[in-house]
């Protein structure tokens, strides 16, 4: 049994990537959210992909968080099995890695190592690699994938999305907080950097979530111009969202008619406009003879 890094043995090599004869992806758009931890990015994530799948797309919401909490509020509370999850325990196959949520989002869970015993940053190279010899994405065709990502430390693994054409638009979930802007600033240095070595991926915007800090508005908005980027929404601090998680759902199920869940509806429209989609499976332009 794998317990510490999960090296690249532990999975099984002899298994033919065999994706492209389920095929017939549609593009896709890769959204990613990126922020500080505890900032709001699982609860904006679930929020844009249910009100996404209320309009009819297929999204699939891949949580890169070792907390595996990511899509909880789609799934009535509960914590499903985890990616690395399923590798530790030797199954294979997509059975119980990718679990329907509310509207049919596409649930997913990278997972992460036991506390204490390896790298998180790992364990998502490692869970991505796992769903894309799985045939994730071409088995459910998603037409719109957000990533829900980790970001107090820009490691390899957590840029992973960024870096290897998994994500081509980067959000940052904020607010008026100093460690929260100075995650931000971090990140967007990330993806400015891995710009610069010719990776596809850009910054898209902020997305503030907003904690009532006082001048909040002013300070999100300098951030975001010294960022050379713009704010898509300010999603008010509301205690509606804290109802609607002891019920173990989204706003947009919990309070579909309450001034927040409008907040929700007018982010996820404006993520769609702000977006493009490209084809690829779970990473954009990439087919299997990419793969070795
Ligand atoms: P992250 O995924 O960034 O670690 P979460 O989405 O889990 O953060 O959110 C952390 C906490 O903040 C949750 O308990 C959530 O209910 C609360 N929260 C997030 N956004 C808001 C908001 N706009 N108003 C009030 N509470 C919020
Ligand atoms: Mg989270």
């Known amino acids: 049994m794998v317990v ?62 070792p907390k595996a909490d990511s899509t909880r509020l789609l799934r009535g509370g509960s914590k499903g099995p985890s990616v690395l999850d399923s590798v530790r325990e030797g199954r294979t196959g997509l059975d119980g890695i990718v679990s329907e949520g509310y509207a049919g989002v ?31 994405v071409e088995t459910f065709r998603p037409d719109v994938i957000i990533y829900d990502v980790l970001g107090d430390v820009v490691c390899g693994g957590f840029a992973m999305p960024i870096r290897d054409g998994y994500a081509r638009d980067v959000f940052i979930v904020t607010s008026g907080e100093t460690m929260s802007l100075y995650a931000a600033a971090n990140i967007s240095e990330a993806v400015h950097c891995l710009r610069e070595d010719g990776c596809d991926a850009r910054l898209s915007g902020l997305i503030q979530n907003s904690r009532d800090v ?24 509301s205690r509606t969202v804290q109802e609607c998680e002891a019920a173990g759902k989204t706003v947009i199920e919990g309070a579909p008619d309450s001034p927040q869940a409008v907040a929700y509806r007018a982010l996820a429209a404006k993520i769609l406009a702000a977006t493009e989609a490209s084809e690829g499976g779970l990473r954009q332009n990439y087919t299997q003879e990419d793969y070795s």
Request: contains cysteine; positive net charge; proline residues 4%.
């Open 4 to 65: 510490l890094l999960i090296p690249e043995s532990s999975y099984d090599h002899s298994v033919t990537l065999n994706c492209n004869n389920i095929t017939g992806n549609g593009p896709i758009r890769r959204v990613a959210l990126y922020g500080k931890g505890g900032i709001g990015k699982s609860t904006v994530a679930s929020n844009v992909s249910a009100a996404l799948a209320e309009k009819g797309h297929r999204v699939m919401q891949i949580g890169c968080d």
């Open 106 to 136: 596409l649930c997913v869970e990278c997972g992460g190592p036991r506390p204490g015993t390896g790298c998180a940053g790992r364990g998502i190279i490692v869970a991505f690699e796992t769903l894309e010899r799985r045939c994730a």
């Open 214 to 237: 006082q001048g909040e508005d002013e300070l999100v908005s300098r951030a975001a111009g010294s960022m050379g980027t713009e704010i898509v929404s300010r999603i008010p601090r």
